[in-house]
């Protein structure tokens, strides 16, 4: 008995020195928050409540009014001190305390912040931005301001990055135009910088990427935010060095995507070629058939003539090969994938056409090859038609692929039917054959930029001299039509001409007086006046070499 009686004498006393510590605590930390209350009544602290902030997460914003407010999850102020005038304080304290605040029991912990001191007239009310809200704010931002905005946290370079943000990007019309240059040259090496131009802002901009490094004479097209880069030549001996002698031609297709600044790769062509001719169509329905011409059938392929195969008379099938390239023994293949994926039911569907090109060893192809975005899969259709030539521009419109030549021969591609269509044209525009016409598409209208001889204003001792002359087609009657003049010399042999929306852009470089210069022109085919815009001019090509004007390609992203 007296052993228990000791040992429960002794639980007490702990218990009572336990109990007067707490106390001790409790009055100390009380005292703590009555000389902090008075001092943020004289330094005029803002009011914080744990509703403002909200349970998704979000972004911290500051906000100044003219008056202290508090939700109503804060406990409001007593009956005694409304008649008494005392300022309003909340309940629960500061915020920079840490301790524990209860409101309508519900646990809610503080973390130190800064307190920043104002003018009493002022105060400052710090909350945190929903998710969805700040995904409002900054898709509406350019695209420069748009990649500094990626350097701020990790979470909005996640929020910008992902499929939605951008699917809202492009609904909602905030994208601008940009021009991106590819194919320069520095001291001798393929340079692995791309030359991006603001149409907006009228600014250039400089990107560095080593995926391209060393790789020259590749072609370009563009697919919403991101740009293709198809085929092309990279040197063997000296990697990186503009160099014909030995090279490697690449049949290989990656992807550039300016918003995420990141590359990958999709499925390679059929065959290697650099400087293909290439078109981008966009396709509205899944279940599209086209034409496909298989290679293991070739072989069994009969002549035109006859019917008859001729490989007894031509020991050496010359003539069965000339004639398997317009084989009528053609099957139909679908691009419709057999397992659809309902997830991508919404995403929209583009070809690309690569026609021609150079081979491995320099020989022009008449080969075409089709790209379906939705099943990643190349398809070789029917070559191009007889004597058509090499072929040196095409583009999409209507639904039709239009090819035109370096022997001036124009002929159109159909995809539902899978064949070429050669077009004879009443008046073929006259041109200096130096110079390999252009062709583009604006507003569903077919437009030819080339180079003719023009007369000497009439006066007698004035030399004929060459100029630019913009041509529309007439897809009824067939018939060229010269609706504007360039007002530069054609300096530039190799000079791009790109067509978005209702505008055509052009791109000249050319070496003079031992330097390069470029000049970047517009044109817009509603205008009345039918007159060429200067844009850009002496801006980026005077710190490139030569043979960046043979190499360079274009294209425009809507970013």
Known sequence: MITENVTSEATLHQELEVLSVSKRLVRSLSQKLKRKNQEDETSGVSLRCPTMYTRGGGCKVSATTNEEFCEMGCQRRSSSSVEEGKPYKPICGPDD????????????????????????????????????????????????????????????????????????????????????????????????????????????????????????????????????????FSSLNNFGRL?????????????????????????????????????????????????????????????????????????????????????????????????????????????????????SWDEPLDSCEIYDSLTNKWTEIQRLPVDFGVICSGTFCNGMFYGYSETDNLAAYNIERGYWVRIHSTSLPARVHEYHPKIISCENRLFMVSV????????????????????????????????????????????????????????????IFGQVLDFMTMFNVSNVRKKWVHVSKNRVAHELDASSCVTKTVAFVHL
Not at 264 to 291: C, F, Q
Not at 302 to 324: F, I, K
């Open 97 to 232: 305390t840490n301790v524990d605040c209860f409101s309508y029991g519900v646990k809610e912990r503080f973390r130190k912040r800064s307190i920043r001191k104002v003018p009493e007239a002022e105060g400052v009310v710090d909350v945190f931005l929903p998710d969805d809200i700040v995904e409002m704010c900054l898709v509406r931002l350019p695209l420069t301001s748009l990649m500094k905005a990626r350097l701020v946290c990790k979470k909005w370079r996640n929020l910008t990055t992902a499929p939605r943000f951008l699917q809202l990007r492009r609904n909602g019309l905030f994208q601008s135009p940009w021009m991106f240059l590819f194919g320069s040259v520095k001291d001798g090496f393929c340079s692995r910088e791309i030359h991006a131009y603001d149409v907006s802002f009228n600014k250039w901009h400089k990107i560095n990427s080593d995926v391209i490094k060393g790789r020259f004479l590749f072609s370009v097209v563009s697919i919403q935010e991101n740009v293709y880069i198809i085929g092309g």
């Open 452 to 511: 003719s001889w023009c007369e000497g204003d009439g006066q007698i001792g004035r030399r004929n001299k060459a100029v630019r002359k913009i041509w529309e087609l007439d897809l009824v009657y067939f018939n060229w039509e010269e609706i504007s003049t360039h007002p530069d010399a054609p300096m530039d042999w190799n000079a791009m001409f790109v067509g978005d929306k209702n505008m055509i852009f052009g791109v000249e470089m050319f070496k």
């Open 243 to 359: 160099d014909r002698s030995s090279v490697k031609t690449h049949k290989g297709v990656l992807v550039f995507s300016p918003l995420t600044n990141s590359w990958h790769k999709v499925a390679s062509m059929k065959h290697a070629r650099s400087k293909p001719v290439l078109g981008v169509y966009e396709v509205n329905s899944d279940s599209l058939t086209i034409k496909s011409q298989h290679s293991r059938d070739r072989r069994l392929v009969r002549t035109r003539v006859g019917g008859v195969s001729d490989v007894y008379e031509d020991p050496h099938r010359l003539s069965v090969r000339r004639q398997l390239r317009y084989s009528f023994d053609e099957t139909e293949a679908s691009f419709k994938p057999k397992n659809e994926n309902p997830s991508r039911k919404d995403s929209r569907r583009f070809l690309i056409m690569a026609a021609g090109g150079v081979g």
